[in-house]
């Protein structure tokens, strides 16, 4: 999808608008989704928070709910993943299921879904990684324009989308 600078203004005054209506994380997430998906759509989607403490991600929405529930969990394991991620606060692209399959043990499923390639792009806010949005798609996907594209049009709005979750999560109780 080449880039548009008008439609993507236009996607990011409609997540805005959808942004200061959301009355719950879901919501919240599903506009931070359609923004994405307006950028450059993708197979799988999903946002994992990051409960350190725990040691795990859990998983915060996601447009294919039969595969990937929001109930589900993973380990955080220290790899190369958690290297890029975790410590140098970096997007992971992987783009063969063959290294996806070197940081994920639900490889299998995801190469059942048609995807082959990852996007994992840190959401940070004072230094600590609070959460990821996931892009997959098919082998090869995620080309080195795509990834600057994403990280430079999600970071900000994934940030925001966070925060405003956790604010929306915290008001509830």
């Not at 919501?27 to 409960?51: G, I, K, N």
């Not at 082959?116 to 949005?133: D, M, Q, Y």
Request: net charge negative; aromatic share 8%.
């Amino acid at each position: 999808m080449p880039f548009d600078p008008g439609s993507d203004r236009a996607a990011e005054r409609i997540f805005l608008a959808d942004l200061a209506t959301a009355r719950n994380a879901p919501a919240v997430f599903a506009a931070l989704h359609a923004f994405s998906d307006a950028l450059l759509p993708v197979r799988l989607w999903t946002v994992m928070t990051v409960d350190e403490s725990a040691g795990l991600a859990r998983r915060a929405y996601t447009n294919m709910p039969d595969a990937y529930p929001v109930s589900g969990t993973k380990p955080i394991v220290q790899n190369e993943w958690f290297d890029i991620i975790q410590g140098r606060h970096e997007c992971f692209v992987a783009n063969t299921l063959s290294d996806i399959a070197k940081v994920f043990p639900d490889h299998e499923l995801i190469g059942s879904l048609g995807c082959a390639s990852v996007l994992n792009l840190p959401v940070v806010a004072g230094g600590e990684i609070l959460a990821t949005v996931n892009l997959l798609d098919g082998e090869g996907f995620f080309s080195s324009d795509r990834v600057a594209r994403l990280a430079d049009s999600l970071a900000l709005p994934a940030l925001t989308a966070m925060l405003a979750a956790r604010h929306l999560s915290s008001a509830v109780r």
